[in-house]
């Protein structure tokens, strides 16, 4: 399979939660990353003084599955439209540059149910190995499906 240098992706479900208690989780990027991730994420941790209520702010986790860092950071966040964007510090695995917003939007008619949507753009590095670009772009996919179980009513 060719890949694109720039790749985006769109993903959307409706989570069954409330948007406040949604975003109250998903606002803080480490809890994000360990939901959507599992044990594919390794050592997620804050850098310096940042954490879940400053932008910026800086975070790290290993991929364990290559043994890559992931530098990111928290960008911007707007709490009333529950909005939150993030951005690769350095390259990782073959992406050179990576920029996504997550949202969480109320469903009019449901008050306990919301609407999750994640934005995703990567560039893509000129020698980045097909396989390795394919693992993490599959890996996403499914992101949006996990936050949506994370919430799921038992």
Known sequence: ??????????????????????????????KVVSI???PAAQNVHWVGDAGPDRVPALYNF??????????QEVAGRNEVERS???RSIEP??????????I????????????FFDWTRELTI???????VVETIIAM??????AIRDHFAQK
């Open 1 to 30: 399979m060719a890949i694109q240098r720039k790749h985006t992706m769109y993903d959307s479900t409706i989570v069954d939660a409330d948007p406040d208690t949604v975003f109250a989780v998903v606002r803080d990027a480490l």
């Open 36 to 38: 959507v991730s599992g």
């Open 62 to 71: 290993t991929l364990a599955f290559s043994g890559g860092l992931v530098q």
């Open 84 to 86: 939150q964007t993030y």
């Open 92 to 101: 990782t695995m073959g992406v050179d540059r990576y920029i996504a917003t």
């Open 103 to 114: 949202r969480v939007r109320p469903i009019t008619n449901d008050p306990h149910r919301c």
């Open 125 to 131: 590095a000129e020698d980045a190995e097909t396989e």
């Open 140 to 145: 996403m996919a499914k992101q949006t499906d």
